[in-house]
């Protein structure tokens, strides 16, 4: 079974493999190391990758991409409401207050949401690794923003099980990049641990965490974060900068058609990027409207002025970082700067300016989310040897557990469930006087602290009913962070006073799910860290001495969770047979494109040997045909045959072999006779 680690980002995804000799960036069809994230919707076909990406401007409706965006993201939301501005294709409102998108795919207008265009990436990434490794995938560890909420998470986790993957960890972008650095990082000195910061500089947002390390251990001590801030807002200076004025200098303005807006952004992505290895900078574009050439010049120094606030906002985080983590920068012993948009100069002097020390480019910018998702894999894997390291994560948003009309649990400090900062993976178990059944609700603390346009709200869950009532009885509660970053509550007993095992059993009528077990102390045991799919244990227990050595009575009490906006059970399926139909369709014209271009080369091949090779095996007449018939077959091909099934190429491929095929043989025999007549000589 092969460990694969994903890193999908807003722009560009990467594949990475744990290999025998270390890890590997697995390489795309075309031969490349970074996949776009794009899905297009072609004439026939669904296409990915530069083809896909391609496919932006001539296609700009029906290719949906920055799709990692929209994911969890409320449609109503200002800040969401703005990024749908930018892009081309038809979004709505969903009944959950998601985002919805429309297009137009074979004749008919079909309507997904983000989830199943993630997971169509996913399959395709899937795909693409599987044919690389000439082996099944199912096991991978994905990187995420550390920003990600609940739900965003678990929309991950759907859209990952939509492709048929099985996500062993969603891990944060940072706290990857860190895996990788600190496994083969040796040089400790004995003064204790060393901490070290990454920046990761993304297509549309900015993290930073702060990490410890030592021997064998890395522990995360703080995320930051800006959802809102990366290398495509500095396209947006250029952009604005030259959408004046091109208004100005040729009276045109480029908000008024969508295809110009494409155009120009694409060349202020490329002019950015030229930026970053040369002092200035032209910008020329054919006729990017009312048939005007425009040309521009920009230099560096006036691109650094243009982006001031986005470079002042990108030290940010890092301080927040710095702050969360209580390390003053001069503890910093080295800044590991990452991501494609950290290639932009300025970025440096913003963070040594922060850090008070140059930042390093020592990891490789695009790969290591990847490859550090790889890794976590592969430690993962009972089928790879890794050296033993623990990588220990920070929870970067606090979450809290309120009754839903009585408010904060007492039980917990402050009605927090887990600070931020609390490790990831970690377990808490609470007491509760309750009687009857009843809700708990899991939210984020700190408004503040999140992302513009995602929710606060976390779930719901109700607890019961319960077995019997009994006074003085409470309700033990189990809860878990984990290794996703997502909070359940794994269980609930209800422990109260001793009551006759026939008591219980006439009082509980599903009783069978339960056995009798004593159990002095603690009743908690270790259940595996992390298993969406499992089914819940039963807590196997009818009567069990408190630890007063007082006899009590413990049941298991049901938990049922919802989350809004995540999918069902029911809505995973139907998901699941849509991506299945959807790639049956990509499959039988990518197999019909196959079929046709062996037709077409046997076509070219036949003729050339009939005509050369073949000549002296062939008769007049059968030539005469051959041709003929060859001849015509060129001309369906370009006709009326351009556009047919698999199964018409192969049936008009066998009718021309069955023709040719005799003189092949003929041909063959000719060239076997002298050593055919040589082995009969020596014998
Ligand atoms: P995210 O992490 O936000 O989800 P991502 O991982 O897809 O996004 P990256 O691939 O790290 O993003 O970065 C893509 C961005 O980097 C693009 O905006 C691209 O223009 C920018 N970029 C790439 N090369 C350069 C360069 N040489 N100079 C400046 N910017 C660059
Ligand atoms: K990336
Ligand atoms: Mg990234």
């Given at each position: 079974?092969?460990?694969v680690?994903?890193?999908?980002g807003?722009?560009?995804?990467v594949?990475?493999a744990?290999?025998?000799r270390?890890?590997?960036?697995l390489l795309?069809?075309?031969?490349?190391r970074?996949?776009?994230?794009v899905?297009?919707?072609?004439?026939?076909?669904?296409l990915f990758?530069?083809?896909g990406a391609a496919?932006?401007t001539?296609?700009?409706?029906?290719?949906?991409?920055?799709?990692?965006?929209?994911?969890?993201?409320?449609?109503?939301?200002p800040?969401?409401q703005?990024?749908?501005r930018?892009?081309?294709f038809e979004?709505?409102e969903g009944s959950?207050g998601?985002?919805?998108i429309?297009?137009?795919y074979?004749?008919?207008?079909h309507?997904?949401?983000?989830?199943q265009?993630?997971?169509?990436?996913f399959s395709?990434?899937k795909?693409?690794?599987?044919?690389?490794?000439?082996?099944?995938?199912?096991?991978?560890?994905?990187?995420?923003?550390?920003?990600?909420?609940?739900?965003?998470?678990k929309?991950?986790?759907?859209?990952?099980?939509?492709?048929?993957?099985?996500?062993?960890?969603?891990?944060?972008?940072?706290?990857a990049?860190?895996l990788?650095y600190?496994v083969y990082k040796?040089?400790f000195?004995?003064?204790g641990?060393c901490?070290?910061?990454?920046?990761?500089?993304?297509?549309?947002d900015?993290?930073?965490?702060?990490?410890?390390?030592e021997?064998g251990h890395?522990?995360v001590?703080?995320?930051a974060?800006?959802?809102?801030?990366?290398a495509?807002?500095?396209?947006?200076?250029?952009?604005?900068?030259?959408?004046?004025?091109?208004?100005?200098?040729?009276?045109?303005?480029?908000?008024?058609?969508r295809?110009?807006?494409?155009r120009?952004?694409?060349a202020?992505?490329?002019?950015?990027?030229?930026l970053?290895?040369?002092?200035?900078?032209?910008?020329n574009?054919?006729?990017?409207?009312?048939?005007?050439?425009?040309k521009?010049?920009?230099t560096?120094?006036?691109f650094?002025?243009?982006?001031?606030?986005?470079?002042e906002g990108?030290a940010?985080?890092?301080?927040?970082?710095?702050?969360?983590?209580?390390?003053?920068?001069?503890?910093?012993?080295?800044?590991?700067l990452?991501?494609?948009?950290?290639?932009?100069?300025?970025?440096?002097r913003?963070?040594?300016?922060?850090?008070?020390?140059?930042?390093?480019r020592?990891l490789?910018a695009?790969?290591?989310?990847?490859?550090?998702?790889?890794l976590?894999?592969a430690?993962?894997s009972?089928?790879?040897?890794?050296?033993?390291y623990e990588?220990?994560?920070?929870?970067?948003?606090?979450?809290?557990?309120c009754?839903?009309?009585?408010?904060p649990?007492?039980?917990?400090?402050?009605?927090?469930?887990?600070?931020?900062?609390?490790?990831?993976?970690?377990?808490?178990v609470?007491?509760?006087?309750?009687?009857?059944k009843?809700?708990?609700e899991?939210?984020?603390?700190?408004?503040?602290?999140?992302?513009?346009?995602?929710?606060?709200?976390i779930?719901v869950f109700?607890?019961?009913?319960f077995?019997?009532?009994?006074e003085?009885?409470?309700?033990?509660?189990?809860?878990?962070l984990t290794?996703?970053?997502t909070v359940?509550?794994?269980?609930?007993t209800?422990?109260?006073?001793?009551?006759?095992?026939s008591?219980?059993r006439?009082?509980?009528?599903?009783?069978?799910r339960m056995?009798?077990?004593?159990?002095?102390?603690?009743?908690d045991?270790?259940?595996n860290?992390?298993d969406?799919?499992?089914?819940?244990?039963?807590?196997p227990?009818?009567y069990?001495?408190?630890?007063?050595?007082?006899a009590?009575t413990?049941l298991?009490?049901s938990i049922?969770?919802?989350?809004?906006?995540?999918?069902s059970e029911?809505?995973?399926i139907?998901?699941?047979?849509?991506e299945?139909?959807?790639?049956?369709?990509?499959?039988k014209?990518?197999?019909?494109?196959?079929?046709k271009?062996?037709?077409?080369?046997?076509?070219?091949?036949?003729?050339?040997?009939?005509l050369?090779?073949?000549?002296d095996?062939?008769?007049?007449?059968?030539?005469?045909?051959?041709?003929?018939?060859?001849?015509?077959?060129?001309?369906?091909?370009?006709?009326?045959g351009?556009?047919e099934?698999?199964?018409?190429?192969?049936?008009?491929?066998q009718d021309?072999?069955?023709?040719?095929?005799?003189?092949?043989?003929?041909?063959?025999e000719?060239?076997?006779?002298?050593?055919?007549v040589?082995?009969l000589?020596?014998?």
């Open positions: 079974m092969s460990v680690g994903f890193d999908i807003n722009e560009n995804c594949i990475a744990v290999k025998h270390g890890i590997d960036v795309n069809e075309e031969s490349k970074e996949t776009p994230a899905v297009s919707f072609g004439e026939k076909q669904r990758g530069s083809a496919s932006a001539i296609n700009p409706t029906s290719t949906i991409s920055q799709v990692k965006r929209l994911i969890g993201r409320r449609y109503d939301h800040k969401v703005e990024d749908l930018m892009f081309p979004t709505s959950d998601g985002i919805l429309h297009l137009q074979l004749g008919e207008r309507t997904f949401t983000p989830v265009i993630l997971g169509m990436l395709h990434l795909q693409t690794a599987e044919k690389c490794l000439e082996a099944p995938v199912k096991d991978c560890v994905i990187g995420i923003p550390s920003y990600f909420t609940n739900l965003q998470r929309l991950y986790l759907d859209a990952a099980a939509i492709a048929g993957l099985t996500p062993l960890r969603l891990l944060h972008d940072c706290t990049t860190a990788g600190g040796t040089d000195s004995n003064k641990p901490c070290a910061a990454f920046v990761d500089i993304g297509h549309s900015t993290q930073v965490a702060v990490v410890s390390f021997s890395m522990k001590l703080s995320h974060s800006d959802s809102n801030l990366g495509r807002d500095f396209d947006e200076v250029l952009f604005r900068h030259f959408a004046s004025q091109f208004k100005q200098q040729y009276n045109i303005d480029v908000h008024s058609s295809r110009a807006c494409i120009l952004r694409a202020c992505e490329k002019l950015k990027k030229v970053s290895a040369n002092p200035e900078a032209p910008l574009i054919e006729c990017l409207m009312d048939e005007k050439d425009v521009g010049f920009i560096r120094d006036e650094e002025k243009f982006s001031a606030n986005l470079l990108i940010e985080p890092c301080k927040k970082a710095l702050m969360d983590a209580g390390v003053a920068a001069e503890k910093i012993q080295s800044v590991e990452v991501g494609s948009g950290s290639r932009i100069p300025a970025i440096s913003v963070l040594a300016s922060v850090f008070r020390r140059e930042p390093s020592k490789n695009s790969e290591c989310v990847a490859r550090g998702c790889a976590q894999c430690m993962f009972p089928n790879f040897r890794v050296k033993d990588v220990e994560d920070s929870l970067p948003f606090s979450i809290g557990l009754l839903p009309d009585e408010g649990i007492h039980a917990l400090p402050n009605g927090v469930l887990f600070p931020k900062g609390h490790p990831i993976p970690s377990e808490k609470f007491k509760l006087q309750k009687s009857s009843f809700q708990l899991a939210f984020y603390a700190d408004v503040h602290d999140l992302p513009l346009g995602v929710s606060p709200r779930s109700t607890i019961g009913p077995p019997m009532a009994s003085n009885a409470h309700i033990k509660v189990k809860a878990h290794l996703h970053g359940k509550l794994s269980s609930a209800f422990v109260g006073a001793y009551v006759e095992e008591v219980l006439s009082a509980d009528k599903s009783s069978e056995e009798a077990e004593y159990d002095y102390g603690s009743h045991t270790e259940d860290a992390e969406k799919y499992s089914a819940p244990k039963p807590v227990a009818y069990s001495h408190n630890r007063k050595g007082k009590v413990r298991p009490v049922v969770e919802d989350v809004c906006g995540h999918l029911a809505e995973l139907k998901a699941r047979e849509k299945a139909e959807l790639t049956n369709q990509d499959c014209v990518e197999q019909a494109k196959e079929k271009n062996t037709l077409e080369s046997y076509v070219y091949e036949t003729r050339n040997k009939i050369n090779t073949h000549k095996f062939t008769a007049e007449s059968e030539k005469e045909q051959i041709c003929k018939d060859l001849q015509q077959t060129e001309d369906w091909l370009y006709e009326e351009d556009d099934s698999a199964h018409v190429y192969a049936k008009r491929l021309l072999k069955q023709m040719v095929d005799p003189i092949e043989i003929r041909c063959k000719e060239e076997a006779r002298p050593q055919a040589r082995n000589l020596q014998l």
